[in-house]
């Protein structure tokens, strides 16, 4: 997991160093005060009391400028309490101005280095999504894409901080302190051999047992919101069924859920709080006696014990500390694991490198087999053969789930089939690049998508470089012209995110007019005219027919009407081809083709058209 | 955990009303009041003991050193303690140290009863409260008028939930026992530490002004910049979730490199106003942390200058040693107690608007008139029932007390209704229309001329002035809601179902339903056949609105909600429009057999769904511009003809 961390840190390794440099370097110069301090109390109790020095001190004679060093069992004087106070105490000084310093651009290395790690990771991500095939889109679905490159790659981003400062400081400051105790008091430092263990072990069993409570308690939270929720969403439903004392019964019990498992994950850490602080206290305990028998013998001074207080605060607190984040590490993972799986996905379509491009729209589909799930007991399309001349205009009908979208989809390989093949210009769509497949054939999907900017951006997806007149006539053709001039701003309506601002009906023209303005080889138009209007919709096909002698254009519609005049029109049931043929021979051959008529005919009156 | 939290915490506007807020706050816990005060008393006893414990240090240290004859030192001030320090005796001594580290072992052992006691009624008031606040707001939610829903984003109300009623929480929980409990530490040392030394005190005066600047210093830079950060974040959040719902479009447009690009610009963007943010909360820590180890150092050596000039240098050994100690002590507390009082800010603020929803009036009833079961003898006559027969009627009490009976039918009339959501929008312009019971009359007209809005007046779910509608003859304001809603049944546009299984969902319209009636209706709403099919049956779990199933499933599931409500009206707004016509043609069975005998309104888009009505008004702006049946309307060549033949497109 801390590699899969590290990888994100590309570009800004050297900041991530520096960082757990500087937070080394804090941490062993904040480990050294105590010492310090140690020093300059020993030395004034040695003096104050006239007992001779227990170690030896050295010290610098400000007057002289040089290091003068007292040995051990000498007496010290005045003047040189004076000196080794001063000494000490400029040490102390410039040693925690230096942590501070060091502490404060670890953290700034720390933010640079965070902050560039997500902006990487999110890179990554999107990245790799742009790579993705229609297939793994599917598999991912959008909403858990966007969470996992916002939130997750956030929650990585704390645990990377989290990993080169604290991950770091915590263990450095046990080692580190431990290592100072010993040195300082070999005699008392046996006490941490019990402390740390034990604190480990209460921390660990803690961390072990509270985190499924909370997990629980987490989760009944979520539920009570839910049922908030679904309240909301539905209370039309609820007040209409006058149900608002049952949907309170329901509310009333996921609270108290939440606050009897809140009850029980806090009692449990509330009982566990008196065992850390018996460690803590009783460690200070233990130093007080068996320090104060040593002072009590002179065979120590009260600085030594002071400094071993303050080191047994940091020792502890690092042990607990080390527990703390072990935790959170562990319940990042899932974030980081959920990011992962993005990246380690491998795009299911693998592009062909040829150059080929599309120059006629011939398309021929050969024993096509396809499934969504790869499964072949589960087809969604099932033995298709079926040829379209280039310029011919094709109408699909069926019903939902008969598989006309997935037809269609093959064509600019958005997916791959399972077992035949799908020929563009006469060649396997699988040996083009799928730039320049998609270059070649234009599709208007069913769930058409406008995006935040103006109406003319919007449209130069479709060729970044067309001029103003393409863009007026791709629009008169798609019979979008008049209501966009209609809008105070023409071509420059600025449209809201997914195109919020214009009516289905207008959306649905205006993704036509993009998808002209490629000018390709073949036009798919997948149920895209269902909110236009029939006048409308006859005005676009015929513009269509007139626009590119050579274009192929095949039509996914409900309304027959929409169809009719098509050069071949195929019918889908159940993901075969049912029958294929003009309308007339359709009319006097295939029954659902009539049934389909004739349910939509029915009480329309002669000539309604 | 701090990464939310602190984001949260930049969008807290500063509370309208203080005060107010704050006591009504406060008065969440007054049923606990007894229990707070004696919680707030072990605060204090807490705290006297964390700086008992380390004062006696002092004297500890101070004890094992003196020699005999410094007895113008006062240690303990107990005068047999203080005697047994001066003794010179080695053994004298280790008895001084047992007695002395004894007292300090019991005033921990007290520190940590009172704080076990402590916690665990905090976390019990907390809880309790919590939970109290949430059943009070849910329950007044519920009964807000459908306009509030109507004009608030769910969002928003969400939010009172998720967001303020947390803030809310942690006020009671953490906020009040740790801001008290962080002024006593403070205020307690200080004055433990002015006994000891008042040079040392007056140099740690200093420590928290310069730590107080600091916090507020940085805090502020830190809080500003995370505001921007917060924007930048919904920047790149927009641009991700419009590129990836989106990314077939992409796709198909070849623009995968165009994408990249525009994500790049925001990328950078945000790495840049994310590494100021983060600067600053990422620095606060160690300049704290490291201040007070200045003050560490300055504690020693100006204690040492002092202990110098002295008349009992060997006093300050033992002080110095209790101040580094109470260094320790009271950083936190001033860290913290910034950050306490945000908290305070956020919680008021929070809590102002949870109040504010809790004060929006709830929805007025005040009909008098209910629905009974009701015996029909042949006669006509009325009378009520106390178990279900199959008929109902409206019990009308009168003021002279004489209680009067009258069958319910299902008889709509509008007489002249005008109405409009705000004073200066009408919606509806003198809408007259009746329905006979058994009928079906449906409304046909593009979004916003007024079809759902007519329904939403006949169940009460907003109010015309009064007499407008009748209901068998009943002005419907009198009708008490409940009963009135009760008699009709909605099946909507958009289905809701809950979480539970599929009989649950069925038994919604009706709690008291059997089993057997469940499947009846289900049956009769055509729906038994997939429901059979699904892996559990009737039992199967539906989650999250039922995502599980189909759009054609879910509608079905709500038509056999409505059948086993088993009302005299049906209302049916737009119940068809979002299904093919094949999934239409099973659904149009189900609703036929639910429809047969009741009174229906029928909102549609589709035109096949309301061909066969008694009567088809055509609403455009508010007005009914044409009725009759599908016959008549076709004959007149208007509206509705252009819109049968699809010369004219709803929107």
């Known amino acids: 997991m801390i590699s899969k961390l590290l990888k994100g840190a590309k570009g800004y390794e050297l900041p991530s160093i520096f960082t757990i440099v500087f937070v080394l370097l804090e941490t062993a110069l904040e480990v050294l005060l105590p010492m310090a301090m140690a020093t300059i109390l020993n030395t004034m109790q040695v003096f104050s009391t006239a007992n001779p020095l227990l170690t030896s001190v050295t010290y610098l004679d400000w007057s002289q400028f040089q290091f003068v060093t007292v040995q051990k069992g000498a007496f010290v004087t005045a003047e040189m309490l004076k000196h080794i106070v001063f000494t000490y105490g400029v040490v102390m000084v410039v040693f925690s101005a230096l942590s501070l310093t060091f502490g404060a651009v670890a953290g700034r290395l720390c933010a640079v280095a965070g902050s560039g790690f ?492 | 955990m701090a990464g939310p939290r602190k984001g949260r915490m930049m969008h807290a506007p500063r509370p309208q009303n203080f005060k107010g807020t704050l006591l009504r706050l406060v008065g969440f816990l007054k049923p606990h009041a007894g229990k707070m005060i004696f919680a707030l008393c072990l605060v204090f006893v807490q705290i006297l003991a964390n700086i008992l414990a380390t004062a006696t240090l002092t004297p500890l240290i101070n004890g094992l050193t003196v020699k005999q004859g410094d007895f113008a030192v006062k240690l303990t001030g107990i005068a047999w303690l203080d005697n047994l320090a001066y003794s010179g005796v080695a053994e004298d001594k280790l008895s001084y140290l047992g007695i002395m580290v004894g007292a300090i072992a019991c005033i921990y052992a007290t520190s940590l009863v009172v704080n076990y006691v402590l916690n665990r009624i905090l976390v019990s008031i907390s809880t309790t409260t919590m939970t109290e606040m949430r059943n009070q707001l849910f329950s007044h939610m519920q009964k807000l008028p459908l306009k509030v829903f109507d004009t608030t984003t769910h969002g928003d109300l969400m939010s009172h939930y998720t967001n303020d009623l947390d803030m809310m929480n942690e006020f009671i929980a953490r906020c009040i026992p740790q801001l008290v409990s962080s002024v006593f530490t403070i205020v307690g040392v200080y004055t433990a530490m002015f006994v000891l030394s008042w040079q040392l005190a007056l140099l740690m005066l200093a420590m928290m002004v310069i730590m107080l600047l600091v916090v507020k210093g940085i805090g502020g830079k830190s809080r500003k910049n995370f505001v921007a950060l917060q924007q930048t974040v919904g920047k790149i959040n927009g641009y991700v979730e419009e590129m990836i719902e989106g990314q077939k479009v992409v796709k198909a447009f070849n623009h995968e490199q165009q994408s990249v690009d525009g994500f790049e610009v925001i990328n950078d963007d945000l790495c840049q106003t994310a590494t100021r943010a983060n600067t600053y909360s990422n620095i606060m820590g160690p300049i704290m942390n490291n201040l007070s180890h200045v003050f560490y150092a300055l504690v020693s050596v100006v204690g040492a200058l002092v202990a110098t000039s002295a008349e009992n240098p060997i006093v300050y050994v033992g002080i110095i040693a209790s101040f580094l100690m109470y260094i320790r002590n009271i950083t936190q507390p001033i860290q913290q107690i910034s950050q306490q009082i945000n908290l305070v800010f956020m919680a008021i603020a929070g809590g102002e608007r949870v109040f504010k929803l809790m004060d929006t009036p709830a929805e007025v009833d005040e009909g008098y008139v209910t629905l009974v079961h009701a015996n029909i003898d042949q006669d006509g006559n009325i009378t009520e029932s106390a178990t279900r027969t199959g008929k109902w009627a409206w019990k009308h009490p009168h003021s002279d007390g004489t209680i009067t009976y009258t069958e319910l039918k299902g008889d709509v009339r509008f007489d002249d209704v005008t109405f409009g959501y705000t004073e200066e929008k009408v919606v509806l312009k003198n809408i007259s229309l009746y329905a006979t019971p058994g009928q079906k009359i449906a409304f046909v007209g593009s979004t916003g001329a007024g079809k759902t809005t007519i329904t939403n007046l006949i169940n009460r779910f907003y109010d015309v002035p009064d007499g407008r509608i009748r209901y068998d003859g009943i002005n419907i304001t009198k009708i008490k809601k409940a009963d009135l809603r009760r008699s009709l049944a909605m099946v909507l546009q958009e289905t809701h179902l809950f979480t539970g299984t599929v009989m649950e969902n069925i038994r919604y319209g009706r709690l008291d339903a059997t089993d057997e009636e469940c499947i009846a209706a289900a049956k009769c709403a055509n729906a038994h056949h997939f429901i059979k099919h699904l892996p559990d049956g009737y039992n199967t779990m539906l989650t999250r609105d039922g995502e599980n199933l189909s759009q054609g499933q879910r509608q079905l599931i709500a038509i056999a909600r409505a059948a086993v409500a088993d009302p005299p009206v049906l209302i049916l707004d737009e119940a068809t429009s979002s299904i093919d016509t094949r999934t239409e043609w099973l659904i149009e069975k189900g609703m036929d057999a639910l429809m047969q005998g009741r009174t229906t309104f029928v909102i549609a888009h589709r035109l096949s769904t309301v061909r066969n009505s008694n009567a088809i008004m055509v609403l455009e702006q508010g007005q009914i511009i044409e009725r009759g049946d599908h016959e008549d309307l076709i004959a007149q060549k208007g509206k509705y003809y252009q819109l049968y033949t699809g010369m004219f497109e709803l929107s």
């Open chain 1, 118 to 609: 997500s902006k990487n990771m999110r890179k990554f991500l999107f990245d790799k999504v742009q790579t993705f095939s229609f297939a793994n889109i599917d598999k991912f679905s959008t909403a858990s894409l966007v969470t996992r490159i916002t939130t997750d790659v956030n929650r990585a981003q704390q645990s990377f901080m989290m990993l080169i400062r604290t991950v770091v400081r915590a263990p450095a400051m046990l080692i580190f302190s431990t290592i100072m105790a010993l040195i300082n008091a070999t005699n008392l430092a046996w006490v941490f051999l019990f402390a740390i263990p034990a604190l480990g072990v209460i921390m660990a069993v803690l961390a072990t047992k509270v985190h499924p409570l909370f997990k629980q308690m987490l989760k009944n939270y979520d539920a009570m919101n839910a049922c908030v929720q679904e309240d909301l969403t539905a209370i039309r439903v609820v007040k209409a069924f006058v149900r608002e004392d049952y949907e309170e019964q329901k509310y009333r019990k996921a609270a108290e859920d939440v606050r009897l498992s809140q009850l029980k994950a806090e009692k449990l850490m509330i009982a566990m709080n008196p065992l850390t602080s018996t460690v803590m206290y009783g460690t200070v305990c233990a130093l007080l006696i068996i320090g104060g028998s040593s002072i009590v013998q002179g065979s120590m001074a009260s600085g030594t014990l002071t400094a071993m207080m303050t080191y047994s605060t940091q020792i502890l607190s690092s042990v607990m500390m080390i527990c703390f984040i072990a935790v959170q590490l562990v319940m990042s993972r899932a974030s980081i694991d959920r990011i992962y799986e993005v990246l380690d996905e491998t795009p299911s379509i693998q592009d062909s490198a040829s150059n080929k491009t599309v120059n006629s729209g011939e398309i021929v589909f050969q024993d096509v087999d396809f499934s969504y799930s790869n499964n072949k007991d589960n087809l969604t399309l099932q033995g298709i053969n079926l040829h379209i001349k280039s310029g011919q205009s094709v109408g699909i009908i069926g019903g939902t789930g008969d598989g006309k979208s997935s037809l269609v989809q093959l064509i600019p390989r958005f997916y791959d089939v399972l077992s035949g093949r799908v020929l563009v210009d006469g060649t396997d769509v699988r040996d083009y690049s799928q730039h320049n497949l998609r270059e070649g054939v234009a599709m208007v999907l069913q769930k058409n998508l406008l995006f935040s900017g103006t109406i003319k951006e919007n449209l130069k997806w479709g060729n970044p470089d067309a001029t103003d007149e393409e863009i007026v006539e791709a629009c008169k053709i798609a019979c979008a012209h008049d209501f966009i001039m209609s809008f105070p701003d023409g071509y420059l309506t600025e449209l809201g995110q997914g195109g919020v601002n214009v009516s289905g009906g207008q959306k649905q023209r205006l993704c036509i007019a993009r998808a002209l303005l490629k000018k390709p080889k073949i036009m798919i138009m997948d149920d895209s005219t269902s909110a236009v209007d029939t006048a409308t919709d006859a005005s676009i096909r015929s513009g269509l027919k007139t626009l590119a002698k050579g274009m192929t254009t095949i039509i996914i519609a409900q309304r027959l009407t929409s169809v009719q005049d098509c050069d071949q029109i195929v019918v889908l049931d159940d993901g075969k081809i049912d029958a294929v043929g003009t309308h007339q021979q359709l009319m006097e051959s295939c029954s659902i083709y009539q049934e389909a008529y004739r349910s939509q005919q029915k009480g329309t009156v002669e000539g309604g058209e």
